[in-house]
């Protein structure tokens, strides 16, 4: 693609995606809007149990539109095998969701995080959708047909860091950065792929992201006690917001949410997220904070 051309918008219809972390939360519901959309999907997880219940549920909705495939993000040859899987059983890929990703455990300050809490969720959420990337790309260019590769941040890290998710915002503002310069390559090489970076909003997300540490593996796991926490819920993150801030937290509709996700990727729009408003006035406001020398605002958790 030339850098004056607009890309070709991609129809769902037909089309072969993968959502890796999609046997969960928010990968899970964009598997579910992507099939209801006519996508063929392969479902790239590493947690054997949900993927295997995921995929059983969709199968019975979208029958042999779906492929599960037991993936480690973090595993070059574990990767490498998912996309010979996904070009053997749907003949390319139009639509990479790079979304799993996990928090650091280590939670609260940052000099209680352990080296273990900084490489597993570096491991996941930066050099997992590097490895993705290495691997899909290449292989999307050669096909010669329009494709989208989009990687899942956070508001948390890739607008402000929530303060208290030090690591976790750090892999996530890494993400973002990746992101944009490898959009900025893509527009001027051969072929007509896109990256969008998709930032997940609208209030907190009920998905598994609080108990993310039962896929952390056995030589990662913290070594100290009584530092950092290994997890949480989703209900005891809403009953601490609403101690916090007085009121009860918006909570996000996953569906609405998925849609926007194969709305923009489709459209091959760079950003995807909702409340972007929202998000462009702070960081007007760290600009200005910035341009002063100053300690930019945080992130408010659920913007
Ligand atoms: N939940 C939120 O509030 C929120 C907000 C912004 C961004 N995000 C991001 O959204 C993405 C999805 O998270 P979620 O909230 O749906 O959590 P989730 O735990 O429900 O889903 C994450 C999925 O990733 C999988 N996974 C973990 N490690 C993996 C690995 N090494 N290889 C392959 N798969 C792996 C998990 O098994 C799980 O199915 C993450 O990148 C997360 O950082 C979440």
Not at 189 to 198: E, K, Y
Request: charged share 20%.
């Amino acid at each position: 693609m030339t850098e004056a051309s607009a890309p070709a918008a991609i129809d769902p219809d037909g089309a072969t995606a993968v959502v890796t972390g999609g046997a969960s939360g928010i990968g899970r519901a964009i598997v579910d809007e992507l099939l209801t959309r006519g996508a063929r999907v392969v479902v790239a997880d590493v947690e054997d149990a949900a993927l295997e219940r995921t995929v059983a549920e969709f199968e019975d909705a979208a029958p042999g539109r779906v492929l599960g495939v037991r993936t480690d993000v973090t595993d070059e040859s574990s990767v490498h095998e998912l996309a010979e899987r996904t070009w053997a059983w749907g003949g390319g890929c139009s639509l990479a969701y790079l979304n799993a990703g996990v928090t650091s455990g280590g939670g609260g300050l940052p000099w209680q995080q352990e080296p273990n809490d900084w490489r597993w969720c570096f491991g996941v959420n930066v050099i997992g959708v590097g490895i993705c990337v290495s691997e899909f790309v290449p292989r999307m260019l050669d096909d010669g047909a329009p494709g989208q590769v989009v990687v899942t941040s956070s508001k948390d890290g890739g607008i402000a860091p929530v303060a208290t998710a030090s690591v976790y915002a750090a892999s996530k503002a890494a993400v973002t950065c990746f992101t944009e310069a490898l959009q900025l390559n893509l527009r001027s090489a051969d072929g007509d792929i896109g990256a969008s970076v998709f930032y997940p909003s609208g209030g907190l997300m009920d998905t598994g992201l609080y108990s993310a540490a039962r896929n952390r593996p056995e030589h990662l796991q913290r070594q100290g006690a009584g530092t950092g926490r290994s997890g949480t819920t989703f209900d005891a993150l809403v009953e601490r917001v609403t101690q916090a801030t007085g009121r009860a937290p918006r909570i996000a509709d996953l569906g609405e949410l998925a849609s926007t996700a194969v709305d923009g990727a489709c459209r091959r729009d760079f950003v995807i997220a909702t409340d972007l408003d929202a998000s462009a006035a702070l960081l007007h406001e760290r600009a200005d904070a910035i341009g002063r020398g100053e300690l930019p605002a945080p992130h408010p958790l659920g913007l």
